[in-house]
């Protein structure tokens, strides 16, 4: 398992009982894979953004909740602070994160926080007795496992008021004395990642904070963070719904349902077509993904935009839990098992749509972002979906409902979500004909913007994102 250098090869090599285990994992055993060669490449100094994001889709082929343990690591720790302190990463946590296969995570949720990050209560400041790091988060991957956290606080001296707080993320080491576990959370999916409460309060372990720059750089700096996380979202979901694939054709070829096989069903043929169509999809995400990364880490990049980012996580995140969902109906009481690849994929994929953003509060962003552009002399949302579907050569469809309006000229949020959602699809179909991806794996897009169209046409006033 050791000798082989290549990311499939060696998460190929992993024994899938371990990886499969109803139980999960142990800590160890992932303490353990990190002192390999392999994923020591992780924390190189020659790594590259392309190379870590591999890695990760390579994990997720085996094991949806190992590759987001390896990204919760590297896309919400290690990546972040070799970006913005890297001195404080060559100095303390480098030849750690080498050797001794730590973990990092980051707290943002609050009880009172989640998406609002302008809510966070957790503080900063200095007393007499030295820095003081104050607050409770929950919902952190890898609670009470991870060996050091980015825990976002806003500066008590600074930003006190709950409208705009001095926000930035702080460098902790953390022990038992300093992050206290409060309650640990039962897993609906993702039995191997620990989630929970933890009640903070830290002095000795706070080794700096990660962004400077005034209020507003660093609130963009934390943006920045987020964008590039989500668009690790798709490395996860290109791997997922590979396996996925690669599954369900093995099941309908060995399948025999009433004297025929499984795959002479049309029903099922049209399942298979539709998962495949999404692993085209995916690939081609992740492949956009690695290409924002290796940008964003060029010297003056803003970062990955968050128009991309945001499209990037909605349709990869969509697409992989639908295909899981999808798959479980040809492998009937075999996807309820979860020492299984399917069973364990429909429970672990599903959280993807609301991590780092839920997909109805992207799509509500992608929208106001593309209407701001389309006054400032951008494309419209008409004209996006129309390019998109002269690309596939497919006839233009209604948009009628979205450009109805209100009398102040906004339209109902739910219709902007919805909107969003076409505007995310109709990306991706744009790119997946410039990618020269196959006619059969741009149907699947097609539905999907056709289904929402059709459902702001019949209900423009009340109509809202729907579940898949």
């Avoid at 025999?256 to 998962?275: D, H």
């Avoid at 979205?402 to 995310?424: E, H, K, N, S």
Wanted: glycine share 10%.
């Amino acid at each position: 398992m050791q000798n082989s250098t290549r990311p499939d090869d060696f998460f190929a090599a992993l024994p899938s009982d371990a990886l499969m285990n109803p139980a999960g994992y142990p800590p160890e055993f992932l303490r353990g894979l990190l002192r390999t060669p392999t994923l020591r490449a992780l924390f190189a100094p020659d790594s590259t953004a392309r190379g870590n994001l591999e890695i990760v889709r390579a994990a997720a082929y085996q094991s949806v909740e190992l590759a987001l343990s390896l990204g919760i690591t590297v896309s919400l720790f290690t990546d972040p602070v070799r970006r913005f302190a890297p001195d404080l990463w060559r100095e303390k946590l480098e030849g750690g994160f080498l050797s001794e296969g730590w973990l990092g995570g980051m707290m943002i949720t609050e009880p009172g926080c989640g998406t609002d990050l302008m809510a966070c209560q957790t503080e900063y400041r200095v007393d007499e007795q030295g820095p003081l790091l104050t607050g409770t988060k929950h919902w952190a991957g890898l609670t009470a496992l991870a060996d050091f956290w980015l825990v976002l606080a806003r500066d008590g001296e600074k930003g006190k008021g709950f409208g705009f707080p001095s926000l930035n993320f702080y460098v902790c080491r953390a022990t038992p004395e300093s992050f206290r576990l409060l309650k640990r959370y039962g897993p609906a999916g993702l039995r191997s990642i620990p989630y929970g409460m933890t009640q903070i309060e830290a002095r000795a372990g706070i080794l700096a904070p990660l962004l400077s720059g005034s209020k507003t750089d660093r609130f963009r700096q934390i943006h920045s963070i987020l964008h590039r996380s989500r668009i690790s979202i798709s490395a996860i979901a290109c791997g997922a719904c590979a396996r996925l694939a690669d599954k369900v054709r093995s099941r309908v070829r060995e399948r025999t349902v009433f004297g025929k096989p499984l795959a002479s069903y049309g029903q099922v043929q049209a399942r298979v077509a539709e998962i495949e169509a999404a692993a085209e999809i995916a690939r081609m995400l992740h492949d956009i993904g690695c290409r924002e990364a290796e940008a964003a880490d060029q010297l003056g990049s803003a970062g990955v935009p968050a128009q991309i980012a945001n499209i990037v996580k909605v349709v990869a995140s969509d697409l992989a839990f639908a295909s899981a969902t999808s798959a479980s109906q040809l492998f009937g009481g075999e996807s309820y098992r979860t020492d299984g690849y399917v069973g364990r994929a429909t429970a672990d994929l599903r959280p993807f749509r609301i991590f780092e953003g839920s997909n109805d509060v992207l799509c509500d962003a992608i929208w106001q972002a593309a209407e701001k552009a389309a006054k400032t002399g951008g494309e419209s949302f008409a004209d996006a979906v129309r390019r998109a579907h002269e690309l596939a050569g497919w006839p233009m469809p209604s948009v009628a409902a979205f450009a109805a309006g209100t009398a102040d000229g906004a339209l109902p949020q739910g219709l902007r979500c919805l909107g969003g959602r076409v505007l995310a699809n109709a990306e991706a179909l744009r790119r997946s004909v410039q990618y020269g991806l196959s006619s059969a794996a741009l149907l699947p897009l097609r539905r999907r913007i056709a289904r929402d169209l059709a459902s702001a046409e019949a209900d423009p006033s009340g109509v809202g994102l729907v579940e898949y």
